[in-house]
């Protein structure tokens, strides 16, 4: 992996994950680099950064297509908040 003049081996990995150029970063490609990638000055914020935006996008697993839409999940939730108001056993 080549890397452009005053960009971090994190940077590198980071653009080329993102659709950047070349193959796309997964958690096998990740692992064979960490020692190289883990050597940048910056490494560790950067790639907790780059963690939470996979999770985030939920690239971290594969997902579920019989899951509940997150909106779906909202309205029961607030469903649930009413009638627990409405008993009495909540406060609003």
Known sequence: MR???GESK???IIRVSRG???RAMN???LLQN???ISE???AIPRLRQFI???????KL???DPNDEPAAELLKRIEAEKVRLVKEGRIKE
């Open 61 to 63: 697993v594969e997902q």
């Open 10 to 12: 994190v940077s590198v």
């Open 40 to 42: 940048a000055p910056d």
């Open 52 to 58: 939470l935006d996979l999770a985030v996008r939920g």
């Open 27 to 29: 958690a096998e490609r």
């Open 34 to 36: 960490f020692d190289r």
């Open 3 to 5: 890397e452009a003049q």
């Open 20 to 22: 950047g150029g070349g």
